[in-house]
């Protein structure tokens, strides 16, 4: 799969690839990563590649000519994602199904945004990664590949992983145990080393309810609504 970031920053990108189980994927070509400068395509003499509001108010913009030119040169046929504090909430879905397009672009903004123009022609999807407001679009990129990369065939490697994990079945994961059985103090809980796997598995998912329950009050109604609706 081909991710493309459309940044003026490429030295905030490309350093994440460079390690762990995303420099794995890039080197087994699972997935392929590249940016692209809009400063490379500013037809300005001094390269630039802002400008102020028209209308007026605080802060410069991103302009629409490089970005526009930028994105020729990429091929209209990919995927526009433009992560914006204004978008959708990025979920745990949109990863699973983002993960079966085969080029995805991510336009990274900088300043107080992007020329309207620009993102009417051009988003396929806005998305925002939380109620906060960061300095550029990168580290929101960034969190989306992460998540889309490892739901993509053969980069986590132990695949069986995926359909345990938190917001599969909408509720979070059960906690995990590892050795040593007694830790300061504190042992696992007990039925977790008999090997009976009902009995565990009965377990987790008392345990992923309570968790789920305590920790997210939001996502427990989405799963006792659930409930109602199959009981119906
Ligand atoms: N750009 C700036 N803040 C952002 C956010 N919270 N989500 C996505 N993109 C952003």
Redesign the pocket.
Same mark, same amino acid.
């Given at each position: 799969m081909d991710f493309t970031f459309v940044t003026l920053f490429p030295n905030l990108v490309n350093p994440y690839f460079e390690d762990s189980i995303l420099l794995r994927a890039k080197k087994s070509g699972a997935v392929r990563i590249d940016c692209v400068n809009p400063r490379d395509f500013s037809l300005d003499k001094h390269k630039k590649v802002d400008d102020y509001k028209a209308g007026g108010g605080a802060g410069l913009l991103m302009s629409a000519q490089p970005l526009w030119d930028a994105f020729k040169s990429i091929g209209e046929e990919a995927y526009f994602i433009f992560?914006?504090?204004a978008?959708k909430s %990025?979920s745990q879905n949109d990863a699973k199904r983002l993960s079966k397009k085969k080029h995805i672009v991510f336009v990274c903004?900088r300043y107080e945004g992007i020329d309207e123009r620009v993102v009417e022609t051009y988003a396929d999807e806005v %998305?925002?990664?939380?109620? %906060?407001?960061?300095?550029?679009?990168e580290?929101?990129?960034l969190c989306m590949c992460d998540a889309i990369s490892r739901m993509v065939e053969n980069v986590l490697g132990n695949e069986e992983s995926l359909l345990e994990e938190s917001f599969e079945n909408t509720l979070l994961e059960a906690p995990s145990f590892t050795k040593p059985n007694v830790c300061d103090g504190l042992s696992i809980p007990s039925d977790f080393l008999k090997g009976n796997h009902a009995i565990i598995s009965g377990l987790k998912n008392r345990m992923a309810h309570a968790k789920t329950y305590f920790h997210r009050p939001d996502l427990y109604k989405i799963v006792k609504n659930k409930r109602n609706y199959y009981a119906k």
């Open positions: 992560p914006s504090p978008g %990025f903004g %998305f925002s990664i939380g109620d %906060f407001v960061l300095t550029g679009g580290l929101a990129s």
